[in-house]
């Protein structure tokens, strides 16, 4: 069975500053992986995804993920946070055998910017 | 463009009655999910559906049943709602594609008092 660990509940940044949430993923062969993040009282938005080639994906708001195969790892980061980045978090993965294109959500981490 | 709606947004509901959630989308997904989102444990999938007609069930199904009668609806029942029911539900949809990513609606705030 596909599975995702957050092992963060919620990581601090000042502004400016790099952020990094991190992703841990389990699944029967090579991954398809996502991240999502939800700003209160909002649904799910897409940021970027993984699906083959190079390993560092950059997706919306200037977010970027480095997939990193040895460690099945898929960490989103940002050079420079902003307050603005405040929110909930979320990692997903897909295995490439499964059915329906059913995703795996990890519990979320909630990113807190501070000035 | 309405993407995924959700109706109703806020509903309360006392233990025994019943309901059902309405998820329309006009994106002409083949593919549907039903997810609850509860503090700490994420987002669990309670049922999908991969075409018109079709249900199954996904890692939290009990209390709840589903059904697709046209392609872009997919509507989650409770028979009879429990305290354990209250959370946050989500409908997405998607293409199929496995590397298509999943459109989310605004979210479903459900209180079983």
């Known amino acids: 069975a596909q599975s995702v660990a957050q092992p963060e509940d919620q990581v601090n940044v000042a502004e400016g500053n790099p952020l990094t949430v991190k992703c841990t993923y389990s699944v029967s062969g090579n991954p398809y992986l996502f991240w999502y993040v939800q700003y209160p009282n909002r649904g799910l938005q897409f940021l970027l995804k993984?699906?083959?080639?190079?390993?560092l994906v950059k997706g919306s708001y200037g977010f970027e993920a480095e997939f990193n195969k040895s460690q099945t790892s898929f960490h989103l980061k940002k050079p420079s946070a902003l307050v603005s980045d405040s929110a909930l978090y979320f990692c997903?993965?897909?295995?490439?055998?499964?059915?329906?294109?059913?995703?795996?959500f990890g519990t979320g981490t909630r990113l807190q910017v501070t000035l | 463009n309405a993407g995924v709606t959700q109706t109703p947004k806020f509903r309360v509901l006392k233990t025994g009655q019943s309901m059902t959630l309405l998820c329309a989308q006009d994106m002409n997904h083949e593919y549907m999910y039903w997810y609850r989102q509860d503090p700490g444990m994420g987002l669990r999938l309670i049922h999908y559906s991969v075409g018109e007609g079709t249900t199954a069930k996904g890692e939290v199904p009990d209390g709840y049943n589903v059904s697709r009668l046209k392609k872009q609806n997919f509507l989650l029942g409770l028979e009879s709602a429990a305290p354990s029911q209250t959370s946050v539900y989500f409908c997405?949809?998607?293409?199929?594609?496995?590397?298509?990513?999943?459109?989310f609606g605004e979210g479903s705030r459900l209180t079983v008092l």
């Open positions: 993984y699906i083959t080639g190079d390993n």
């Open positions: 997405a949809s998607t293409s199929g594609s496995y590397t298509g990513e999943l459109f």
């Open positions: 997903a993965v897909r295995d490439r055998t499964g059915t329906a294109s059913k995703l795996t």
